[in-house]
């Protein structure tokens, strides 16, 4: 039973955490953007704010293989200098940071030898990445486990604030209440109850709202001061801000080790605050100066009440966020007649440009045929001889792809990187991601491991002393000691490693020694990708 726990952890964190963990980096780039865009461009309309905060919430709920042949990512990776960029900072080096396919070596697809003996040097490795699999999924089961319990505690409060809370019975105020939901055009039924229990007014309900005026502002004298909060209340009743919170709050809580997600929640709150005071003050019907003393009434009365982590939308701030949104008074502009659809438009744009992050295989791969992977010598070309077959010895080998082309040969080449000429020890075949590599004969998975250099990779003993070899996979399929057919699948395609595009790098050894392939296999029957 310990077992049977021990791997769901495992075969579970093998799943969630490196979602999480790619979707923090991705985040983190977008909160780059995003906090660049409001910096550099001065950008002071909270609406606008609220769009670019809005993205990078967007980008923690994507899945990190989200693409677009439109992106930036793809963009500018027809850039000249993108490979050495994609190279340095490996942007796919953190998807196998969390991976259990077998320990990292120190090889390079040019200078790749093994000994029968690593498979046994992995596996104290691969024990001790379970366990960090198994804690770090335990860990964030945890930490989501009390901070939810925190969450409904916090919100049953507030629900029980309602359920003893006494219906507003006052004509005026209940007419205050009717003149507004007319001017938002809001159908549904909303409910005023009044509390001492609660120094804050807040609303809460989806399909039934009910806002919540506490007793002290009712007796306020100022009727103007009562006109703003059940106006701005409204405000967020319009724009079903209730719904949109407890979602914020679910991915906070989801992603609590993710500074990220807190810092983008606030200022997404913020913004809410201050689109719902410029909503109401574009009626022009409630003087600036006179909804900022609203404000400032409600802060005075906040700062004698409970402490609360807000969890729904309301006038319940913090002191700075007040002063922030009094300050934003002075500047706000009345909404112009086509300001959202252009907001929205742009949002569109930008999650179409900005948030995919991963590359994209058309019809064709990434690599030209001017690729900067030149053959040097001129004995490697193609062979004319149309057989498949292994010459000279009893064992066959078969295609490891059924499509395909050749994008690096056997032989001396110039490096796309550094530019200087090295041997390459396999051949390169260019794919879309995900298509199924097949083991190239029978034998036995001898590596099946993950490298920074060589990505995912997959090394297999055959008879006669030879050995192929897979890198840069994109998945793996099989693990070390397991027995093979020719033509099982073992992997997909993929962009690991020491890669500018998705591509299998494909071996043939004989005793150690690499062979070219080509004089085994008949690469031009290899079809084109649809």
């Known amino acids: 039973m310990q077992l049977d726990g021990l791997q769901f952890f495992i075969k579970a964190g093998s799943a969630v955490i490196p979602f999480l963990w790619q979707n923090m980096i991705y985040s983190g780039i977008v909160l780059l953007i995003s906090w660049l865009l409001i910096a550099i461009g001065k950008v002071k309309s909270a609406r606008w704010q609220h769009a670019l905060w809005l993205l990078v919430l967007i980008r923690l709920v994507l899945p990190p293989n989200f693409s677009h042949p439109l992106s930036s990512r793809n963009l500018l990776a027809k850039l000249p200098f993108y490979e050495k960029i994609a190279f340095y900072f490996q942007f796919d080096y953190h998807r196998n940071l969390f991976e259990l396919d077998g320990n990292y070596g120190t090889s390079i697809d040019n200078q790749s030898t093994y000994a029968s003996n690593d498979t046994k040097m992995n596996q104290p490795n691969q024990a001790q990445k379970a366990r960090i699999f198994a804690g770090l999924f335990f860990a964030w089961l945890v930490g989501i486990s009390l901070l939810f319990m925190i969450y409904l505690k916090k919100l049953n409060r507030f629900h029980q604030v309602i359920k003893r809370a006494t219906p507003v019975e006052n004509q005026k105020i209940l007419q205050i209440a009717k003149d507004w939901c007319a001017h938002f055009r809001i159908k549904k039924s909303v409910r005023l109850v009044s509390s001492d229990e609660y120094s804050s007014p807040f609303t809460i309900g989806i399909l039934h709202p009910i806002i919540l005026l506490?007793?002290?502002?009712?007796?306020?004298?100022?009727?103007?001061?009562?006109?703003?909060?059940?106006?701005?209340?409204?405000?967020?009743?319009?724009?079903?801000?209730?719904?949109?919170?407890?979602?914020q709050s679910l991915l906070q809580i989801i992603y609590f080790f993710n500074p990220v997600a807190w810092y983008v929640n606030s200022k997404i709150g913020l913004s809410r605050e201050c689109i719902c005071d410029s909503m109401v003050l574009s009626r022009e019907k409630i003087a600036i100066a006179n909804y900022g003393s609203g404000i400032m009434t409600v802060l005075k009365l906040n700062l004698f009440g409970a402490d609360e982590i807000n969890v729904l939308p309301g006038f319940g701030s913090q002191t700075k966020k007040m002063m922030y949104r009094i300050n934003h008074l002075k500047g706000t502009k009345m909404k112009g007649k086509y300001q959202s659809l252009l907001i929205f438009g742009t949002l569109f744009f930008l999650v179409i440009f900005v948030l995919p992050m991963a590359g994209t295989v058309l019809n064709k791969d990434v690599r030209p045929e001017n690729s900067n992977f030149q053959l040097i010598a001129a004995e490697n070309s193609f062979s004319n001889n149309d057989e498949i077959s292994l010459q000279n010895e009893s064992a066959e080998f078969t295609l490891p792809l059924k499509t395909g082309r050749i994008s690096a040969p056997f032989g001396n080449m110039k490096d796309p990187y550094n530019k200087k000429i090295v041997h390459h020890n396999g051949i390169d075949i260019a794919a879309p991601i995900g298509t199924e590599i097949f083991a190239a004969a029978d034998g036995v998975v001898e590596i099946a491991a993950v490298e920074k250099g060589l990505g995912k990779h997959i090394l297999l003993q055959h008879e006669n002393s030879y050995q192929t070899f897979y890198s840069h996979c994109d998945s793996i399929l099989v693990q070390s000691g397991q027995q093979l057919k020719s033509g099982d699948v073992i992997a997909h395609v993929g962009t690991t490693g020491r890669s500018t595009g998705p591509h299998l790098h494909f071996e043939i050894r004989k005793a150690g020694e690499p062979q070219d392939p080509q004089n085994y296999l008949n690469f031009k029957v290899l079809k084109l990708a649809k």
């Open 214 to 247: 506490p007793a002290s502002v009712i007796k306020n004298e100022h009727h103007f001061h009562l006109e703003s909060i059940i106006a701005h209340e409204l405000a967020h009743i319009k724009r079903r801000d209730n719904l949109w919170m407890k979602i």
